[in-house]
């Protein structure tokens, strides 16, 4: 017999997914949130079938389970924890401890791989087409290697899995890839799909006019009150204002923190440690702590949400060299031109300010520090014509 204990999420469930192709009615799987992890454990040390196999996967075991997990190994248990996240590296030192974040040809794993992989190798589960498949789009959609593949089924996936109860989830995705040559969605899941993408895209309109801006330990933050679609949010947040370091996602009623970001300088994983949370570089999360809240939601509270740059603009546009105007919300103008190859200068209402290598650079500082933003055609004519008046030019 064997037991799994693994997590809630995606990557977390199509673990169970496989141990239910490979076992059968062999395996007792228990889906749990981070926190709940060490409570399952606990029990299973005091209580459980000490003859059962235990898989812990997509999850880390605090010290004192650590301790108890040696223990139990040496008096003859079986357990073996299979794991992505580079926080759980540690666990490696253990016998028991299987912790792999990048595979050799430099792809990011996931639980549901790693697991896989094991299966596999140890002749415990069957290959076919509609496994591979499967697990390839866990494991691009808990990457995020989906959108840079655009495998839109990837996410797809995980749209699903929100949409129905995990028990349906794992009831159809077991049915089908026991069944099936190859990977699909059905009729129904088409439609439901469908529908859950223009709930998406209302929903992160609205949040992106909410997302405020702030400083903390160093990073220029956005921070945004949401208890939905939090990587969904987090990717758009972040490719509409580049110039943040991460988005930090606040679910007040759930007093938990969810930390995203685009930019392969900032690990949200050290963000999260902060807190007691963990997880990915580029994804992770917390609780929200006394002290988290005390920095993103105290300090934020009073804070104006960041004007978005106007999408139909005529003729102030971004990367002009002749000059784009940015205002801020202290009425505040920057005009960036260029001056020759490789210098752009700012001026601040109309007077020398600061120099910059590129363009990017400049719009960068004025969003980071002066939280500015690009001004709207009839703002930028009239400066123009101010400038005109008074003879100067750029």
């Not at 079986?78 to 299987?98: A, M, Q, Y």
């Not at 059905?186 to 006019?209: A, C, P, S, T, V």
């Not at 002066?370 to 709207?376: D, E, F, G, I």
Request: proline share 1%; with cysteine.
């Amino acid at each position: 017999m064997y037991r799994l204990l693994t997590h809630n999420d995606l990557d977390g469930v199509g673990c169970g997914i496989l141990a239910k192709c490979a076992f059968k009615d062999d395996v007792t799987i228990r889906y749990n949130s981070i926190s709940g992890l060490n409570r399952e454990v606990e029990w299973f040390l005091e209580h459980g079938d000490k003859e059962e196999q235990l898989f812990i996967t997509d999850l880390s075991v605090n010290e004192e389970n650590e301790s108890r997990l040696n223990l139990f190994t040496e008096e003859g248990g079986s357990v073996n924890l299979i794991d992505h996240h580079k926080t759980s590296l540690h666990l490696n030192e253990h016998s028991w401890g299987n912790v792999t974040v990048k595979y050799p040809d430099e792809r990011l794993t996931s639980a549901t791989s790693l697991f896989y992989d094991y299966l596999t190798e140890e002749e415990l589960l069957q290959p076919s087409s509609a496994i591979k498949e499967f697990v390839e789009l866990v494991r691009q959609y808990d990457t995020w290697e989906w959108e840079k593949n655009e495998n839109r089924a990837a996410k797809r996936l995980n749209d699903l899995f929100y949409l129905i109860s995990i028990d349906e989830f794992e009831e159809k995705m077991v049915s089908r890839l026991s069944s099936e040559e190859s990977f699909f969605f059905d009729d129904f899941e088409e439609k439901i799909l469908e529908m859950e993408e223009k709930k998406i895209e209302r929903y992160l309109r609205r949040k992106k006019r909410e997302i405020v801006q702030t400083q903390i330990g160093g990073h220029v933050a956005g921070v945004v009150y949401a208890e939905s679609y939090h990587s969904e949010l987090g990717n758009e947040l972040g490719k509409v204002h580049p110039h943040l370091d991460y988005i930090a996602i606040l679910n007040i009623g759930g007093r938990r923190m969810g930390f995203r970001t685009i930019h392969d300088s900032v690990d949200v994983s050290e963000v999260a440690g902060q807190f007691g949370g963990g997880g990915h570089a580029k994804a992770s999360g917390s609780s929200l702590t006394a002290e988290a809240y005390q920095y993103f939601v105290e300090k934020t509270f009073h804070l104006q949400a960041i004007k978005e740059d106007p999408q139909h603009n005529s003729y102030n546009l971004k990367e002009t060299s002749k000059g784009v105007l940015y205002v801020d919300e202290t009425g505040h103008s920057y005009f960036i031109y260029e001056v020759q190859e490789n210098q752009w200068k700012v001026l601040k209402n109309h007077h020398d300010f600061k120099e910059f290598q590129s363009f990017s650079d400049a719009e960068r500082s004025l969003k980071r520090e002066h939280r500015a933003w690009l001004a709207k055609d009839e703002q930028f004519v009239d400066y123009l014509l101010h400038e005109f008046l008074h003879g100067k030019r750029h």
